[in-house]
């Protein structure tokens, strides 16, 4: 059965807390998905398609529990082979220019390592909501079937 790989970059929890969500409403449709905070190059490699879910750090940077395996990925160049992936970045957009700076790097490492978005980007704003589990939710009801 296909497996979807959720990859989390959490610094203070909340992407960590949004990826569990997604995991629940993943399994409620039938979906099978492992949730990874230390992945490794294998999870990635054996993940049939995959979701990124990370907050960003610094002035635009990766959390440090992906940063290693961030690094991996462009070092060892695992091609995706047109594999489905999708991105959810949580960021603040008080901090300009670096807003999901984190998210915006994963997804275009992903699609030279030449994935298939599923869909754009998607942009949670800490300035806009306080729940960001129920937009990247109500995000996920509409893209669900393509992760098949
Ligand atoms: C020290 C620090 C630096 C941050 N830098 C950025 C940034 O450069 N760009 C951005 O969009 N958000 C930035 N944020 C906001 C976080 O990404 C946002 O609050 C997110 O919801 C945190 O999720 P987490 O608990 O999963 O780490 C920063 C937050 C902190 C505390």
Request: glycine residues 8%; negative net charge; proline residues 5%.
């Amino acid at each position: 059965m296909s497996k979807i790989g959720i990859f989390v970059g959490s610094v203070y929890g909340n992407a960590q807390h949004v990826a569990e969500e997604v995991h629940a409403v993943l399994s409620k449709h039938g979906l099978l998905s492992e949730v990874f905070v230390d992945p490794t190059l294998d999870d990635f490699k054996n993940a049939s398609s995959m979701l990124f879910i990370s907050s960003t750090t610094g002035q635009g940077d990766i959390p440090p529990n992906l940063e290693f395996f961030i690094q991996d990925l462009r070092d060892q160049f695992p091609l995706l082979e047109q594999k489905p992936f999708a991105v959810v970045g949580l960021g603040d957009s008080s901090y300009g220019e670096t807003y999901c700076g984190a998210g915006r790097q994963i997804f275009e490492l992903l699609i030279e390592l030449q994935g298939k978005p599923i869909t754009a980007l998607l942009e949670i704003d800490a300035c806009e909501t306080l729940e960001p589990e129920a937009e990247v939710v109500a995000w996920l009801e509409n893209v669900l079937s393509d992760f098949a």
